[in-house]
């Protein structure tokens, strides 16, 4: 029963929050006060729709929202997402477009599972799929999981995504976005040794913590500052009785948000009260800005107990993967055996979570590629989150990333055979 009543304490407080801001708005939405001129009450019922909303968020998990895409041929083509494998912890999820001629560009999307849902990267998915066909990782909320599924540890996660690379082929180009940047790159020499064939075409790493001593943020500055057993008593509790999951360890998504809001309270505080001032206005739109990012923003799922801890352990404080000892189910993978994948980093100049240099040290461990095999960019200005869904990655990196996979696509295979097909079919 050890954190389960925390656990329960912190979903009654979302609740009571969104019970009152329901109330309060019910209550100043009446239409008799009307007549009163005071505008305190434009002011609780806006404060209480945007109080609803905000904590009613925070346990439900975004919808894609992808339903259809423009072709070549200037028609809107119907998105449907099919799951392709199906696992406890996670799916790997195809976009697939009707319709149209396959795209010869293969993209194994790995989403991060680091208190988001994957849904967080809906605008990069959406940029990728006129151009490709877009698979991704879609994990899974560890509160909806019964403990009888087991663990699930950054091994479980690097295996899981080796299964993904051996389903989709040799000709896929991966692009691992932030928290699953030294896994997916563990993935890869993990295949390269045991599996070779299984390999991706390319690697692209985008803001990931592969050596977090590289450049200290926040992050690693509170990773290096408790022991695993402060950390494993302030942040692991054990899912309530409301969810399936009953019983399992887990980092709570609220306490992760709470985490998240703290390093820039002030700007989240302002965001806040420039959409209460709008909303009593009356000038608040149910899509705007503050909804779209928020609603997003604030939706958060539980990661179990033995991954953020052992991503803690053994990504942050031993640094495993910068020392290239980093251990698969009792196999050592050796990223000097990485000698046909092609890897690319993408870094943000102002990113305040994976600091410039971090992902960068990735290219120190490759001893078995080529010059011509490395490539990096640093993005100027550019934060954490604009480096793959924001104006910096549909501008200029999203371009640099699709050159990237197309000079090292190879002149043969599936993916030359696809483009010979759509050629002729055109």
């Not at 390319?202 to 290096?224: M, Q």
């Not at 043969?412 to 759509?422: F, H, M, P, Y």
Request: charged share 25%.
């Amino acid at each position: 029963m050890k954190g389960m009543a925390t656990y329960d304490l912190m979903e009654s407080i979302r609740n009571t929050n969104e019970w009152m801001g329901a109330s309060a708005r019910a209550f100043a939405s009446y239409p008799i006060w009307g007549m009163t001129p005071n505008p305190m009450f434009k002011v609780m019922s806006a404060w209480g729709r945007v109080t609803e909303r905000s904590f009613a968020r925070m346990v439900i998990k975004p919808d894609w929202g992808i339903t259809s895409v423009v072709a070549e041929d200037g028609r809107d083509h119907i998105v449907e997402e099919k799951i392709e494998i199906a696992r406890p912890f996670g799916a790997l999820l195809r976009f697939k477009v009707h319709g149209r001629p396959e795209k010869a560009r293969r993209v194994l999307l790995c989403a991060p599972m680091s208190g988001h849902y994957s849904t967080l990267l809906r605008s990069t998915v959406a940029s990728l799929l006129p151009d490709c066909e877009v698979w991704v990782t879609d994990w899974h909320n560890a509160r909806d999981i019964p403990v009888s599924e087991g663990k699930f540890d950054i091994e479980d996660y690097t295996l899981y995504l080796t299964d993904f690379m051996r389903h989709l082929g040799p000709d896929t180009h991966v692009i691992a976005v932030c928290q699953p940047v030294p896994l997916a790159l563990a993935a890869t020499a993990y295949l390269a040794e045991l599996d070779p064939a299984a390999q991706p075409r390319t690697l692209t790493l985008i803001g990931g913590p592969v050596d977090p001593h590289a450049a200290p943020t926040e992050v690693t500055d509170f990773g290096r500052s408790v022991t695993m057993g402060q950390l494993e008593h302030l942040a692991i509790q054990r899912v309530g009785f409301k969810y399936s999951g009953v019983g399992r360890l887990v980092y709570p998504g609220l306490l992760q948000l709470g985490g998240f809001i703290s390093m820039n309270m002030e700007r989240h505080a302002q965001a806040f009260v420039d959409k209460i001032s709008a909303e009593a206005r009356g000038e608040a739109g149910e899509r705007d800005k503050h909804n779209r990012f928020y609603d997003e923003y604030l939706a958060v799922m539980d990661m179990t107990a033995e991954f953020y801890l052992s991503t803690v352990e053994r990504i942050f404080k031993n640094r495993e993967i910068a020392r290239n000892a980093f251990t698969v189910d009792g196999h050592k993978v050796d990223f000097a055996k990485i000698t046909t994948v092609a890897v690319k980093i993408v870094e943000g100049e102002k990113d305040d979570i994976s600091a410039p240099g971090q992902c960068l040290a990735a290219l120190d461990l490759l001893t078995g590629l080529t010059d011509k095999q490395k490539a990096s960019h640093l993005e100027p200005g550019a934060g954490h989150y604009g480096i793959f869904a924001g104006k910096s990655w549909r501008n200029n990196i999203r371009p640099l990333v699709m050159n990237f996979m197309d000079t090292h696509s190879g002149g043969g295979g599936q993916g030359a055979t696809r483009l010979k097909i759509a050629a002729s079919n055109g």
